[in-house]
């Protein structure tokens, strides 16, 4: 608890800009990941797996994005930085123990950055002007990956457990109260699901991206007692791989259900027109 904390001081002390509930969600997804170390294992082994696929698929390998990096715990970081020039990793937030680790395993190509990927801002920025204007369609992409065109010689973008998150925070913004829920889309979440599968579609480089699609709760007797699907309706890739995650475990939110995540992986991701 008291190392948390700490790490919450040290986390905002560095990283002023990042939201404190992202780093809090940050801090509990490594509490989270330590705990279920083992009952997470084979999802992060299918995750390095079908990145390492992608990075073999890869002729020329100049410059690899890791979009929603977090921990490093489900990204072949080993691999990425001897077999790449430059390995930029991107997460609204990077804890100060994975920069540390960074540094101690002295990757000397791995840079951070910084960033919200979701597009929440721009996407609440184009509803105010649709108001203002009273236009319907600005004629403009949310592109929230419009960012990546200002990194040079980019051979390779992945896509890390990162989309249904984005869904997640977007969720928790329009309940905020600044969250300006007031002018967003009744749509609003689906739309940044899309505008994330249609930023890596329209990238003129290899793209890969693994993550989870829905999710049920078990009871211990096997009876499905919710389903979620976390893309909000927006049509996945075709997948190349598919396995189930055991987020929550028995025990972690109730002693008698679990909730088990169904993850793909694709390759070159493209949207039907
Ligand atoms: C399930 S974790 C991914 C795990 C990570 N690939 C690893 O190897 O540890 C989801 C990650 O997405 C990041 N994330 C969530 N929303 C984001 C956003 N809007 N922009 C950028 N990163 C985001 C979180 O901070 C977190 O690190």
Request: charged fraction near 25%.
């Amino acid at each position: 608890m008291l190392a948390d904390a700490l790490l919450f001081v040290v986390t905002r002390l560095i990283s002023p800009k990042s939201r404190s509930g992202s780093v809090r969600d940050a801090i509990g997804l490594r509490g989270r990941a330590a705990r279920h170390r083992a009952a997470w294992s084979e999802h992060e082994a299918r995750t390095r797996a079908a990145i390492d696929r992608a990075i073999d698929g890869v002729a020329v390998r100049r410059t690899v994005v890791v979009l929603g990096s977090g921990l490093l715990r489900d990204v072949p970081i080993d691999r990425l930085s001897s077999m790449f020039n430059k390995v930029v990793l991107v997460d609204i937030v990077h804890l100060p123990t994975v920069r540390l680790k960074v540094l101690l395993r002295r990757y000397p190509n791995v840079t951070f950055l910084t960033r919200d990927i979701s597009g929440y801002d721009r996407l609440a920025e184009q509803s105010r002007i649709k108001l203002a204007t009273g236009q319907d369609d600005l004629g403009v992409r949310l592109d929230p990956l419009g960012f990546l065109r200002k990194i040079d010689d980019v051979d390779l973008v992945i896509s890390a457990n990162v989309l249904s998150q984005i869904a997640v925070g977007a969720v928790a913004r329009l309940q905020a109260k600044d969250g300006q829920a007031r002018i967003m889309p009744d749509d609003a979440v689906a739309q940044l699901v899309a505008g994330h599968l249609d930023g890596l579609a329209q990238l003129p480089c290899k793209t890969v991206i693994v993550t989870d699609v829905s999710y049920v709760r078990r009871r211990r007797d096997g009876v499905v007692v919710e389903t979620c699907d976390l893309l909000h309706g927006v049509t996945p890739p075709f997948p190349s791989d598919t396995w189930e995650w055991p987020v929550a475990p028995f025990g972690e939110e109730t002693a008698d259900e679990e909730r088990v995540h169904r993850v793909i992986s694709a390759e070159d991701v493209a949207v039907d027109l």
